[in-house]
C-alpha cells in the first residue's frame, strides 16, 4: 500500500503545456486501467478531472488528458489558465483497496 | 443537487475513540461503493477504507485495520467511519466519497470518485 510517485511540483507559464508522472507498480497502475486524477485548490475537497486513464467527466475542460504507459500513468494540462494552479493527485484502483499518489502542486508563473 | 456531508469530527485525546458520519443526499445510496479519504495537515490525500454497495466487503489501510470500522446504513443515506485507538498521526480531514462503478455485460467501467463531501477535521491532541 505504498503511495504513487509523483514530482512534487510543476510550473508553466499562462498558455502553456504541463505534464505530470505518476509512477505505481503492476499491481496498481500497470494492472488496470483505472487511473483517476484529482484537482484540490487550498481548502477544498478534491474534484475528480479524469477517470479511466483517459476520460474527463463532463464539466472538466479538454485542455486535461490522461494517458497511461506501463506502471506510468500521466495528466497533461495545456493551455494552462490561473485557474489551473492548484494540487493534483493520480489515484489507482489496486484490487479492492485504493491508492493515491503523493501530489504535485501546478504553479502558473 | 447530488451531496455528501460529514460530520463528527472534534479534538479528541490519543487512545479515544470518535465516530465519523456522512449524509448522502439526491441520489442513489445504495448504488455506489463509498469510501473514506483522509488529508492530514499540510500533507497528501491518503484512502482510509471503502465499502461495497450493501456493506458485504470493506477494505482499510493497513495503518487503520484493526482501530477503524466503515459502516452503512442503505436506508439512511449514510455512511460511518467508528474510530478507535486514535493517534496524533490520525490527525487529519476526513472525506466521504462517491466510487462510481458500472457493470455493462461482463466489463467494468469505473468513473473514479465522482462526488465528495466538504470534510470533518479529526485532531489528535492531549
Known amino acids: 500500500q505504498s503511495a504513487l510517485t509523483q514530482p512534487p511540483s510543476a510550473s508553466g507559464s499562462p498558455g502553456q503545456s504541463v505534464t505530470i508522472s505518476c509512477t505505481g507498480t503492476?499491481?496498481?497502475?500497470?494492472?488496470?486501467?483505472?487511473v483517476s486524477w484529482y484537482q484540490q485548490h487550498p481548502g477544498k475537497a478534491p474534484k475528480l478531472m479524469i477517470y479511466e486513464v483517459s476520460k474527463r467527466p463532463s464539466g472538466v475542460p479538454d485542455r486535461f488528458s490522461g494517458s497511461k504507459s506501463g506502471n506510468t500513468a500521466s495528466l497533461t494540462v495545456s493551455g494552462l489558465q490561473a485557474e489551473d494552479e492548484a494540487d493534483y493527485y493520480c489515484?489507482?484502483?489496486?484490487?479492492?483497496?485504493?491508492?493515491f499518489g503523493t501530489g504535485t502542486k501546478v504553479t502558473v508563473l | 443537487e447530488v451531496q455528501l456531508v460529514e460530520s463528527g469530527g472534534g479534538l479528541v485525546q490519543p487512545g479515544g475513540s470518535l465516530r465519523l458520519s456522512c449524509a448522502a443526499s439526491e441520489f442513489t445510496f445504495s448504488s455506489y461503493w463509498m469510501n473514506w479519504v483522509r488529508q492530514a495537515p499540510g500533507k497528501g490525500l491518503e484512502w482510509v477504507a471503502n465499502?461495497?454497495?450493501?456493506?458485504?466487503?470493506?477494505n482499510y489501510v493497513d495503518s487503520v485495520k484493526g482501530r477503524f470500522t466503515i459502516s452503512r446504513d442503505n436506508a439512511k443515506s449514510s455512511l460511518y467511519l467508528q474510530m478507535n485507538s486514535l493517534r496524533a498521526e490520525d490527525t487529519a480531514v476526513y472525506y466521504c466519497?462517491?466510487?462510481?462503478?458500472?457493470?455493462?455485460?461482463?466489463?467494468?467501467?469505473?468513473?473514479?470518485?465522482?462526488?465528495w463531501g466538504q470534510g470533518t477535521t479529526v485532531t489528535v491532541s492531549s
Open positions: 466519497a462517491r466510487e462510481r462503478w458500472v457493470k455493462l455485460e461482463l466489463t467494468y467501467y469505473y468513473y473514479g470518485m465522482d462526488v
Open positions: 465499502i461495497k454497495l450493501d456493506g458485504s466487503e470493506k
Open positions: 489515484s489507482s484502483y489496486a484490487g479492492s483497496t485504493r491508492v
Open positions: 503492476s499491481s496498481d497502475v500497470g494492472g488496470y486501467n483505472y
